[in-house]
């Protein structure tokens, strides 16, 4: 499997107030070289939703889910089901698989400690990381996952952030100056993924020119 290793499917809410978190999540994981795998990173009308998230979940050693949608908001508004669901694909996969995909690795958010046991507490007793919706917050345990589990070395939760905001402010003249975008949030994720990789080359090829 072409990058399993270093593949990280994301399966976290694609609204207008997530947005920040997650561009900070996706900004993370490329910044320590890995690469994010989202379902959103590709439209085709002829592939099911669930068979193309099952193939990126296949193909992906990491998984990063966030489940600080699943309350529901306002009464008799249902539940939000597709991130828990998909979580339970990667554990299944993980643990049923066998061969490599036992080696999976998989993290779990929420918004608030404690609070994803009202509505799964099949969880209970497990690793559940808070970000309380806060975009810093989310980066820093994202890339403290990375280093632990991994045991790679990299910037501090600080540094990424400073960076990542130094890019936020190059997307904003790329895309709203340059190209004509009302906004960042009208930037497809695939657009954005791209944005990413550009400004991390350009950072690089600078550092070494200094060195």
């Not at 399966?11 to 379902?39: A, E, Q, V, W």
């Not at 959103?40 to 990063?64: Q, V, Y």
């Not at 806060?134 to 991994?150: C, G, I, N, P």
């Not at 100056?177 to 009208?186: A, K, P, R, T, Y």
Request: glycine residues 4%; proline residues 2%.
């Amino acid at each position: 499997m072409e990058n399993f290793d270093r593949n990280v499917f994301v399966n976290c809410p694609f609204d207008r107030d997530y947005k920040p978190l997650l561009l900070s999540i996706i900004f993370t994981i490329k910044y320590l070289g890995y690469l994010p795998r989202l379902s959103l990173e590709s439209l085709d009308s002829s592939e099911s939703r669930i068979s193309k998230i099952a193939n990126l979940i296949n193909e992906s050693k990491f998984g990063i889910h966030d489940l600080s949608r699943i309350m529901s908001s306002t009464e008799n508004e249902p539940y939000r089901m597709n991130m828990p669901f998909e979580l339970g694909i990667d554990y299944g996969t993980k643990f049923l698989k066998g061969g490599a995909w036992s080696r999976k690795k998989i993290l779990i958010l929420e918004k608030e400690k404690y609070r994803y046991q009202v509505a799964l507490s099949d969880l209970s007793g497990s690793d559940i990381i808070n970000h309380n919706d806060d975009a810093a917050t989310v980066m820093k345990e994202v890339r403290d996952w990375f280093v632990v589990s991994e045991s790679i070395s990299a910037h501090s939760g600080n540094k990424i952030w400073q960076k990542f905001n130094e890019f936020h402010a190059y997307l904003y003249d790329r895309a709203v100056m340059n190209d004509g975008h009302e906004s960042i949030e009208h930037l497809q994720i695939a657009e954005i993924l791209k944005h990413i990789d550009n400004w991390l080359t350009n950072v690089n090829a600078d550092i070494k020119d200094v060195a």
